[in-house]
Every structure is written in structure tokens, then in C-alpha cells.
């Protein structure tokens, strides 16, 4: 069992908003690298009502000893509105998944969930360029990671959004900021799907349908899904079974560790002295 760390007057706390947050899975391996590098600073899950989120930011401006914030569904959204700056990603995606408190006080949101996903395919040996991605959901965390993948290479994303004014919106901004692109709303028949990315929340629910049929995704190099709980979606299990490989939630999770510590600047803290800035 990792050790609790010890809180003091001089603990910084990076709090990690969302509703619900039973499912998250960094505060494990995040405040173990905070334990193993020591460094005094906290990641703690909070349960925030969707329509509080604006004044928890603006809460969070007047904390100095908050460095920043990570932010989980269905938050990502609320928090880009409620930051006073974004990246160009986090602007792009219209959606916040890490806060950076600035010492005068001013809130920078950045999303980092596309390059995550793209990293943890690294990781399992799975490269993006020149390959066709079907991605499921067309949210934040989808949009981001669509874009991420269009930056990486790929030769063909399918984009699966319910909201079809959303879908059509994104595929527009595919086709024009990356030209030799072929974006689709749909699988075309033709076409085999070498890498399947569930960026949508199904799959946490035990009655929810599957992000995307199987049997259309048969030669698939990889299936992956961004849903952290279940641990193994009903959906990757399935994937599993067929014998194709699969991707966790939370190996997205864990990719996007160093990035998440090195934007709040704690990366650092040893060198700084414990400072923590």
C-alpha cells in the first residue's frame, strides 16, 4: 500500500474535479510520484455539481497553494469556459482536461488527452501514421484525440458522433487544416479500421449498447477506449476474446502523467528547492 503522504502548512493540492470521481485512477499513481520524488503536494478526487464548476475556478484563482487542476468528465467543457486562457489544442478541442494556476492568480487550460492516446498506442507498439482511426465520440476528450491523431499521421479517420451538426462541423475543420486527410462520418464498406478508439462514455454503465460493432472492426490492430470503470470495458473484453489487442482507460491516463506534473510545474520541485513553483 503506498504510504499516506504527510500534510502540512506547506502541502500543495492539485485537486482533481469532476461528477462523479469514484472512477478516476491518477490520484494512485500521481501522488505515488509525488511520494517517490518528495515533493509536498497532493492530487485529491472532488465531487462537483456540474453548475458549481465556474465559481470552484474562480475559488481556485484566490489559492495560492493550489498550482492547479485536473479536470475529468463532464467537466472538460465548463472548465474551458472558465479559464482565462487556452492552448491552441484545448482551444481547438473546446475542452480543458488540465489547469495551470499562474502566480497572478489567472487560470491556463490545456488538453492533453489526444497526445495521451497517441502515446499509450507508442507504448503498445502501434504507430498512427499512414493508418485508418475510427473514433467513437466527438466530445472533448474525442475531439482532442481525432486532432492528435490527424497531427500524427493518420491517413483516414472515421469520426462516430450521435450529434450530427457536431460531426460535420469537425470533419470540416479536418478537411481543411489537414488536406490530404480523408475524414468520414461513417465506416465506408470498403475501408478497414486499423486502429478503434472509444472516446464516448459507453461503457460505464453494465446495460450501455457497445460504442461500435465488433464484427465491422475484425481486422483491427488495436481497439482502445478512454472509459477508466469499468478497468476492461464489456467492450474490450469482447475485442479481447476475438483476439484482437486491446488499450485501457487508464493506460491513457498514465501517458499523460509526466505532461499533467510537468504544466503544474512540479517536475521541478526538487531542483527549485521544494518550491513547488
Request: hydrophobic share 40%; glycine share 6%.
Given at each position: 500500500m503506498q504510504p499516506v503522504p504527510e500534510i502540512t502548512g506547506k502541502t500543495i493540492f492539485i485537486p482533481l474535479i469532476g461528477h462523479p470521481v469514484e472512477q478516476v485512477k491518477s490520484p494512485g499513481p500521481v501522488n505515488a510520484w509525488f511520494s517517490d520524488n518528495d515533493v509536498g503536494a497532493v492530487l485529491i478526487p472532488v465531487d462537483i455539481f456540474p453548475e458549481k464548476v465556474a465559481a470552484f475556478l474562480?475559488?481556485?484563482?484566490?489559492?495560492?497553494?493550489?498550482?492547479?487542476?485536473?479536470?475529468?468528465?463532464?467537466?472538460?467543457?465548463a472548465a474551458c469556459a472558465g479559464v482565462d486562457e487556452l492552448t491552441e489544442r484545448a482551444r481547438r478541442a473546446g475542452a480543458v482536461n488540465i489547469i495551470r494556476r499562474r502566480p497572478d492568480g489567472t487560470l491556463l487550460g490545456d488538453m492533453v488527452d489526444g497526445d495521451a492516446m497517441v502515446a499509450a498506442l507508442a507504448k503498445n507498439g502501434v504507430t498512427v501514421r499512414g493508418k485508418t482511426a475510427l473514433v467513437v465520440g466527438a466530445g472533448g476528450a474525442g475531439t482532442a484525440i481525432i486532432y492528435a491523431l490527424a497531427e500524427a499521421g493518420a491517413a483516414t479517420i472515421v469520426v462516430i458522433e450521435r450529434d450530427g451538426a457536431r460531426a460535420d462541423r469537425l470533419i470540416g475543420q479536418l478537411r481543411?487544416?489537414?488536406?490530404?486527410?480523408?475524414?468520414?462520418?461513417?465506416?465506408?464498406?470498403?475501408?478497414?479500421?486499423?486502429?478503434?478508439?472509444?472516446?464516448?462514455?459507453?461503457?460505464?454503465?453494465?446495460?450501455?449498447?457497445?460504442?461500435?460493432?465488433?464484427?465491422?472492426?475484425?481486422?483491427?490492430?488495436?481497439?482502445?477506449?478512454?472509459?477508466?470503470?469499468?478497468?476492461?470495458?464489456?467492450?474490450?473484453?469482447?475485442?479481447?476474446?476475438?483476439?484482437?489487442?486491446?488499450?485501457?482507460?487508464?493506460?491513457?491516463?498514465?501517458?499523460?502523467?509526466?505532461?499533467?506534473?510537468?504544466?503544474?510545474?512540479?517536475?521541478?520541485?526538487n531542483e527549485d528547492g521544494g518550491s513547488g513553483r
Open positions: 474562480d475559488a481556485i484563482r484566490g489559492t495560492p497553494n493550489c498550482p492547479g487542476v485536473s479536470v475529468t468528465m463532464p467537466h472538460k467543457q481543411r487544416d489537414y488536406p490530404r486527410l480523408q475524414a468520414h462520418d461513417v465506416l465506408p464498406d470498403d475501408v478497414t479500421v486499423d486502429i478503434a478508439i472509444n472516446a464516448s462514455p459507453a461503457g460505464m454503465n453494465a446495460a450501455d449498447s457497445d460504442p461500435f460493432p465488433l464484427d465491422r472492426l475484425a481486422g483491427a490492430e488495436i481497439i482502445a477506449d478512454a472509459v477508466t470503470k469499468p478497468a476492461v470495458t464489456p467492450w474490450l473484453e469482447e475485442a479481447r476474446r476475438r483476439g484482437i489487442a486491446i488499450q485501457t482507460g487508464a493506460e491513457m491516463t498514465l501517458a499523460q502523467l509526466p505532461t499533467q506534473i510537468a504544466f503544474w510545474g512540479l517536475d521541478k520541485e
